[in-house]
């Protein structure tokens, strides 16, 4: 009996040592540049951490603790370390994966492993696109290894052989015990005797996201997001149905028809140019630098520029729905990947195929990466141009596809081949984007060089595009599908506070709008200008109308969500289930304000999921 329990308590308590290391190594190996954490810090890290690595070490103990009580009943010694091995061995592999896993791609992401991932396995070559061969290869041999170890390490911890128990009354004896201890195994499993079970916000202990992010169990990250109902409608239920549908009521209130025109003709031809990750910081309008962008900027000067458009989100699948179809973004669901959901949008190229319009899209890189193409041709875009449409020379240059040099080109060819007006065309750049691999060498950093070559190739196409005949009908609206994170310290609010460009012989002149709104809204204040109505894109804004009474924007990322309006902005850790960034407009904090920003928030989170529900 002695040797059961021996054995129940070492293994436990070598997965929490496994556990536990794994925090040390991640703040070792992800440590943000520049970052200094005390021996107390990592202290904490480990602590907290415990949190969730108790509940995981509960679930993998669970099966040798059934094991031992059934083998209670097996009169003879048992080859326990034999026998025990092949569960081990899935257990290593499982957990290395997901640690080397979650090293890997958390200074991409910034965010701990977990179902996202899925989202991008059905097309690898993309998902890989941002690393080398040799880093993927280095990966693969650090999954093996580590497992091996891991391996090790818990046959070490077993006994060879598993001594019988004697004797009916020894075995029944034997039986209850195990089943006694299956009572602190469960509480440990659900996270303690309280009213809140385990959880990633638990971990939650500092104003350090980083240290945060370090002491969440990178397996219960994975296995909590793939328990998820796919019960969207009662996701972030803060309000009672009545409190909520009074809070969000006319937020979102229909924009009749446009009162402003900023166009010189109803029907333009209609390019609109997804950036990727074009964030403000770029953008000198938007008290971003002036270096990296100077061509956005001149251009800036000349046409129309939204000064306080903020981007719905975080990657660019659920950015190109929020453009396209007006449609908000989720903290934990890309739309895009859901068909059954997607195909009720309405989108852009749809509405405008009603009123003649012939619609087109233009990517670099693999059509199919998170569902794009299925989106697309459901929204009405019959002409798609992607990686297969590009020869071999011209895919060399970068890991994502063609690069912007040469879909600039191509979308050229695409404009000046068009049978007649009007005609629609939606492009989306891939050159700023991991691993920065661009033709060009105009700055040192290669992020901001890399930002500073889509720029180059906007303004080489504005000028030869200009100088044609196409020009004259043409409105080309420029913005980011989403921000990045550049310089690293940036908030969440400067991630997502970005801008929007319309520039074209169809514009009518210079103006500046520093109306608050969203990426999502450009659906609806385009269509206003077309004098197209928009009343299936429930939620998104024409900005120039008369309708639009209360400027705002919302944004969501991994973790939470944004609000911003005419007397500051909030941003609420939905995690940690806390306020994380709070500002003020006026030179003092207004705690009320603050409140209600965070109140309207909950309620339109709450509203959009309950929309997805339905739909």
């Known amino acids: 009996m002695k040797q059961r329990f021996a054995w129940l308590i070492k293994l436990y308590l070598l997965l929490l040592a496994i556990f536990m290391t794994q925090k040390v190594a991640f703040m070792w190996i992800d440590k943000p540049e520049g970052a200094a954490y005390s021996a107390a810090q990592c202290l904490g890290v480990v602590a907290h951490g415990l949190l969730l690595d108790v509940p995981v070490a509960g679930y993998l103990i669970a099966l040798p603790l059934l094991a031992t009580m059934a083998l209670a009943w097996v009169g003879q010694p048992v080859r326990l370390r034999r026998w025990a091995t092949p569960y081990f061995a899935v257990v ?66 077993t006994p060879r052989l598993l001594s019988p128990v004697r004797g009916q009354r020894r075995r029944l004896a034997a039986t209850l015990l195990m089943l006694a201890a299956t009572a602190p195994l469960v509480i440990s499993i659900r996270g303690g005797l309280g009213e809140s079970t385990a959880n990633v916000g638990k971990v939650y202990f500092s104003p350090d996201e980083y240290l945060n992010h370090s ?23 803060y ?32 390019l609109v140019i997804l950036m990727e990750g074009f964030g403000g910081q770029f953008v000198e309008a938007v008290s971003g630098r002036k270096d990296i962008a100077p061509n956005y900027n001149r251009l800036a000067r000349e046409g129309i520029i939204f000064t306080n458009c903020y981007s719905n989100s975080f990657r660019t699948d659920r950015g190109t729905v929020s453009t396209l179809s007006g449609y908000p973004s989720f903290p934990t669901q890309s739309v895009m990947k859901l068909p059954m959901k997607s195909r009720t949008l309405p989108c852009l190229a749809a509405t405008l195929g009603k009123h003649g319009y012939r619609s087109s899209f233009l990517y670099g890189g693999d059509i199919n990466f998170t569902n794009m193409q299925s989106y697309l041709r459901t929204g009405g875009y019959a002409t798609i141009v992607s990686d297969v449409d590009f020869s071999h020379e011209e895919l060399a240059g970068n890991p994502w596809g063609a690069g912007d040099d040469v879909t600039f080109a191509r979308l050229e060819r695409m404009i000046a081949e068009q049978p007649a007006a009007p005609w629609h065309i939606c492009y989306l750049t891939l050159s700023s984007h991991e691993p920065w691999a661009v033709p060009y060498s105009r700055l040192s950093d290669k992020v901001a060089n890399a930002f500073a070559f889509t720029d180059h190739c906007l303004g080489q196409f504005v000028e030869r595009i200009r100088k044609t005949p196409a020009w004259q009908d043409l409105l080309i609206v420029c913005l980011p599908d989403h921000g990045y994170q550049f310089p690293s310290d940036i908030t969440h609010e400067q991630h997502n506070h970005n801008s929007m460009l319309w520039i074209g012989g169809a514009v009518s002149g210079h103006r500046v709008v520093t109306t608050l709104m ?7 204040t ?59 407009r006026s030179s003092r904090p207004d705690a009320a304000a603050t409140a209600r920003r965070l109140e309207l928030g909950k309620a339109i989170l709450q509203s959009f999921y309950d929309d997805l529900g339905r739909r």
């Open 239 to 270: 309000f009672p149905e009545a409190e909520r549908a009074r809070l969000f009521r006319g937020l979102y209130a229909p924009t009749e028809a446009d009162t402003v025109r900023l166009l010189r003709t109803r029907r333009p031809n209609v």
């Open 518 to 524: 969203n990426q999502s809204d450009m659906a609806a």
């Open 526 to 584: 385009l269509l206003g200008q077309l004098g197209i109505g928009h009343a299936d894109y429930t939620f998104s804004r024409d900005v120039f109308s008369t309708g639009y009474k209360y400027p705002f924007a919302f944004f969501t990322f991994k973790e939470g969500f944004g609000f911003a309006d005419s007397t500051g902005h909030t941003v609420y850790d939905i995690v940690g289930d806390k306020i994380s960034e709070d500002s003020a």
């Open 215 to 237: 002491a969440i169990n990178p397996c219960f990250s994975m296995l909590a997001s793939l328990g998820k109902a796919d019960d969207y409608a009662s996701e972030f239920d």
């Open 92 to 157: 290593a592999l499982a957990a290395s994966l997901m640690f080397v896993a979650d090293l890997s791609l958390y200074p991409f992401w910034h965010f701990k492993l977990d179902a996202t991932i899925f989202y991008y396995t059905d097309s690898p070559k993309d998902a890989l696109a941002s690393v080398s061969a040799g880093y993927v290869a280095l990966r693969l041999a650090l999954i093996l290894a580590y497992a091996a170890l891991l391996l090790w390490c818990l046959r070490a911890v």
